[in-house]
């Protein structure tokens, strides 16, 4: 039989799958595509550099013995790597590593002029006055790798980061943007690369701040007429995380400022970490430059986490706290709060809390209750305010304008989808939903519902409103 890339690609892949792990398959070779043979040469397409980097650190041996055996001695493996988003579109490794070589610049020759005069460095973590060069991490040792549990919603960024922790600043992850809803991670991640760090390169200055913060200092650098001052501090950091990003927003000094920053460290082959709660894509108000830079190195997603990597969280939270719950009830609280790992801890906390309090047991009884209470106390009201305001900025319209009279056909698609929303989230009245936007009757609202029901059936383009709008409306 004649051999294709495809054929080839599958017996290795059958060889690789015998002797790797299960989840380490999935993550690592699936995502590959053969794409041609040339002789005896395998070209395969990898989602971005990172897996090619991971790929050769980690399988390459077995990769080898699998190719020898398809195509002899001759065999030669070479990888194209994807300039776009892939990956299923869940996770966008967004690829474009600049082409100066970071490694090769001297760095010690770069910040010596400034390490020789400290004193001439104003650091905006010490109190004025107290004049100490030592730059306190921020970091706090209790978000580690170890209790960052791994799943499918967070290997990828969880791997990230671990072959970051290992070589700083020598990698192409530079930056590394995690990225992800509230409570999922962001922040313990960020920390655990950074105490990683500490631990395997005790003499390289690692600082943590949240984006809050350092826009905080920077405003009061300008204050102070320090802004130089301000710059170069942040310029003698070897790794610098900067959670929460989205912060920025908006903040066209802040945004400037960290650019600069920015690519100084970058020429340097400093590290950068950054978390925001959104994908580059989606951020507003950041200067495109800013963007850009972002997109250098690698977005990896933490997503909601599934019913298994909620069990494992739930127990390694058990066990830290030397507290034993029958196997029911822990399935019964992952099964019920799905939305985050904050929700999750809050919720087997309250109920430790509940049964130490009453001197009861835990009963499944005992757990449905508090999780019940739980859950529809974190979850957020919607109000129809709300909902209209998320549906005229999604169309791009005033709320007024969403309300108005007009048969305008797209502003009448717009009203109609506000309603089904507020027949969906709230427990309002069909009579109090049409009130509330544009004074209509609740036949309106029946009709409106009933429309989008069908539309989102029928019509593709509709189907995305539909289901974009749930997602920002659930998130
Ligand atoms: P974010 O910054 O994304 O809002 P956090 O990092 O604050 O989220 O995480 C919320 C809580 O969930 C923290 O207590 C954190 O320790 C916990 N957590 C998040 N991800 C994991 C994980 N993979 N394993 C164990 N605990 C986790
Ligand atoms: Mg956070």
Redesign the pocket.
């Known amino acids: 039989m004649q051999q294709t890339a495809e054929t080839v690609w599958g017996s290795c892949l059958d060889f690789v799958q015998d002797n790797i792990q299960k989840q380490a398959f999935k993550t690592w070779f699936m995502p590959i595509v053969p794409v041609k043979l040339n002789g005896a040469a395998l070209s395969i397409q990898v989602p971005s550099k990172f897996f090619y980097e991971w790929i050769e650190e980690h399988y390459i041996k077995i990769l080898k013995v699998a190719l020898t055996k398809e195509l002899g001695d001759e065999a030669r493996l070479v990888y194209i790597i994807k300039m776009e988003n892939t990956y299923g579109n869940k996770l966008p490794f967004t690829e474009k590593i600049p082409s100066k070589n970071r490694n090769g610049i001297d760095i010690q020759s770069v910040d010596a002029p400034l390490r020789n005069h400290p004193s001439e460095l104003k650091n905006p973590f010490v109190i004025p006055g107290i004049r100490n060069l030592k730059i306190e991490s921020q970091l706090n040792p209790s ?1 580690n790798f170890e ?5 499918d919603s ?1 290997r990828l960024a969880r791997s990230a980061g671990m072959a970051v922790a290992n070589r700083p600043g020598g990698t192409s992850f530079n930056p590394l943007l995690v990225f ?1 809803g ?8 960020a920390h655990a690369i950074g105490v990683d760090i500490k631990e395997k390169y005790p003499e390289k200055t690692v600082l943590y701040i949240s984006a809050e913060k350092f826009t905080q200092q920077y405003i009061e650098a300008i204050k102070k007429n320090n802004r130089n001052d301000f710059i170069h501090f942040y310029q003698l950091i070897d790794v610098l995380i900067i959670d929460d990003v989205q912060f920025f927003s908006g903040k066209s000094g802040t945004q400037d400022v960290f650019f600069h920053v920015f690519n100084h460290l970058h020429q340097n082959g400093k590290q950068v970490i950054l ?1 925001s709660d959104k994908a580059p894509v989606d951020m507003q108000d950041i200067e495109q430059r800013l963007l850009s830079r972002f997109k250098w190195g690698l977005s990896a997603e ?1 997503q909601r ?1 599934d019913y298994e ?1 909620r069990v494992s ?1 739930l127990k ?1 939270k058990l066990y830290r706290d030397g507290v034993e719950l029958p196997e029911e009830i822990i399935s019964y609280v992952a099964k019920s709060v799905k939305t ?3 929700e999750l ?1 809050g919720a087997i906390i309250s109920l430790i809390a509940q049964s130490s309090f009453n001197k009861h047991e835990v009963t499944l009884e005992l757990a449905k209750q508090v999780v019940e209470k739980f859950v529809r106390n974190t979850k957020r009201e919607i109000s129809i305010d709300y909902i209209q305001k998320v549906v005229s900025d999604y169309f791009q319209m005033d709320v007024t304008t969403l309300q108005s009279k007009t048969r305008k056909r797209h502003i009448v698609q717009a009203r109609q989808l506000a309603m089904f929303f507020a027949k969906k989230f709230t427990k309002s009245s069909l009579a109090n939903i049409g009130n509330q936007i544009g004074h209509r009757d609740h036949a309106t609202v029946l009709h409106a519902c009933k429309t989008v029901d069908n539309l989102a059936f029928t019509d593709k383009q509709f189907r995305k409103y539909v289901e974009d709008l749930t997602k920002k409306l659930s998130s």
Do not use: A, Q, S, W
């Not at 509230?182 to 991640?189: A, N």
């Open positions: 978000y209790n960052f549990l791994e799943g967070n992800g509230v409570g999922l991670g962001k922040t313990h991640l978390t933490l986490p990597t969280i390694n985050n790992i904050r801890e």
